[in-house]
């Protein structure tokens, strides 16, 4: 069974930086792998996707500001988020899926815990 823990999260200043890390048990055969976020009362939003070619795609609210990358000898997938903001501040969950949508996957088979961020 494939396990996603992700690590990074924290407190960070608006305008600063952090760096989410997915790692996976286990290589994960997945086309697709994204990080998701959810604040208290929203629903849960796609913030970023990429699929097996290295290719990505984001949401609105990340362009410009996150990248995501991922480094598969290392069954790691990250998110460098910059410039951020206090509407950045949610629950951050990465996935694994079956192939790429937009700035999601579609199809997801693993779901990390996730980890927290805050913005002020």
């Known amino acids: 069974h494939v396990q996603l823990v992700e690590s990074g999260g924290g407190s960070a200043q608006a305008g600063g930086s952090l760096r989410l890390s997915c790692v996976a048990s286990e290589s994960v055969y997945s086309s697709c792998m994204a990080w998701f976020r959810q604040a208290p009362g929203k629903e849960r939003e796609a913030v970023a996707s990429?699929?097996?070619?290295?290719?990505?795609e984001y949401g609105d609210s990340a362009k410009g500001r996150f990248t995501i990358s991922k480094d598969s000898a290392k069954n790691t997938l990250y998110l460098q988020m910059n410039s951020l903001k206090p509407e950045d501040t949610a629950m951050y969950y990465c996935?694994?899926?079956?192939?790429?949508?937009?700035?999601?996957?579609?199809?997801?088979?693993?779901w990390g815990q996730g980890t927290q961020v805050t913005v002020s």
């Open positions: 990429i699929n097996s070619d290295g290719n990505a």
């Open positions: 996935a694994a899926g079956n192939y790429q949508s937009g700035a999601s996957c579609m199809g997801i088979r693993y």
